[in-house]
């Protein structure tokens, strides 16, 4: 027996092919959106373990403002490299949010590299220098490893080589240094840089790109305003 044939009224078909558009568009959309997420780098959600720890009396309450702080050394390559990037992000951090920076003392020579970034500090040179002492280490392959050698390189750039030499090597520095080397073991530094919220939170930066580094951490300075306004939820 012959079958009936079907035919598909002007209303139907356009119905189907309105949806077949919609349902292809969705698969764009969809895609698009995987397609950044991979070339972003920018993790999907937070996990502790994975994208950071919480240091030890995390639970503290915190008043002021919430506090970012890069530990970095100027013997570090990869510092230097992330430098650009987190500076960028530090000059767009709004008001209630400080930015700071604390060199660490893995090695004799990354020690005076210390005393170095709070000479500048302490001379109000650092802006004119900071950069400098990077490329001189990592660009022009200086061997920055004594205050000598270091005053060389600053002198004659707004203060003299002998005033920057006996700055690196006064009490005020020397207290700075060890307050930065006590403040890197109770935050338990593995590597630079690290980047520290609030000292609350370790931002794990093995595994992520510089770009995660600085989405994770907008994360959580999000999630220390939920906690100081009693808001709290998961990260």
């Excluded at 996990?47 to 030890?56: C, N, Q, S, T, V």
């Excluded at 050698?149 to 020397?174: K, N, W």
Aim: with cysteine; charged share 30%.
């Amino acid at each position: 027996m012959a079958k009936k044939s079907y035919q598909e009224s002007p209303k139907v078909r356009r119905l189907r092919r309105s949806i077949i558009g919609g349902f292809g568009a969705l698969l764009v959309v969809v895609g698009a959106i995987g397609i950044w997420a991979i070339f972003s780098g920018v993790p999907a959600g937070l996990d502790e373990g994975r994208h950071y720890a919480p240091l030890e009396g995390a639970d503290r309450p915190r008043s002021g403002p919430i506090v970012v702080t890069e530990y970095f050394s100027y013997g570090c390559v990869h510092c230097r490299n992330f430098d650009p990037q987190i500076e960028s992000w530090a000059a767009r951090l709004p008001d209630d949010v400080r930015f700071e920076r604390v060199p660490v003392s893995f090695s004799p020579a990354w020690r005076n590299l210390a005393r170095a970034y709070y000479a500048l500090e302490e001379l109000e040179i650092r802006e004119r220098h900071h950069r400098r002492i990077f490329d001189a280490i990592h660009v022009s392959g200086l061997g920055l490893t004594t205050p000598e050698s270091i005053a060389q390189l600053v002198g004659g750039q707004g203060v003299d080589a002998e005033t920057f030499r006996r700055t690196m090597q006064s009490p005020a520095v020397r207290r700075k240094v060890e307050e930065a080397e006590r403040r890197a073991r109770e935050a338990a530094i593995p590597a630079v840089p690290t980047v520290v919220v609030d000292d609350r939170y370790r931002i794990s930066s093995t595994d992520m790109s510089r770009r995660q580094i600085l989405d994770v951490a907008d994360r959580l300075i999000e999630r220390e305003r939920e906690l100081r306004s009693g808001n709290a939820t998961s990260p």
